[in-house]
């Protein structure tokens, strides 16, 4: 993840819990050492992500 995390951490968005400091660096680290997501993973992603509204309510 190289991109930078637009999400305040001072608990700025309503609703939402204050996230302690070094939060988004927990997750880069978190994220880093998982293993890549195999060819079958991607797949089933990209087609849970695809579904439309009616087919998601069905499932």
Known sequence: MTDKHT???????P?????PAGYWE???RI???????TDAQRAKL???FQQTAPSQEAA
């Open 46 to 48: 990209r087609t849970i």
């Open 7 to 13: 999400a305040p951490t001072g608990g700025a968005l």
């Open 31 to 37: 994220v880093s050492a998982a293993p890549p997501l």
């Open 15 to 19: 609703g939402r819990p204050t996230r």
């Open 26 to 28: 927990r997750i880069d």
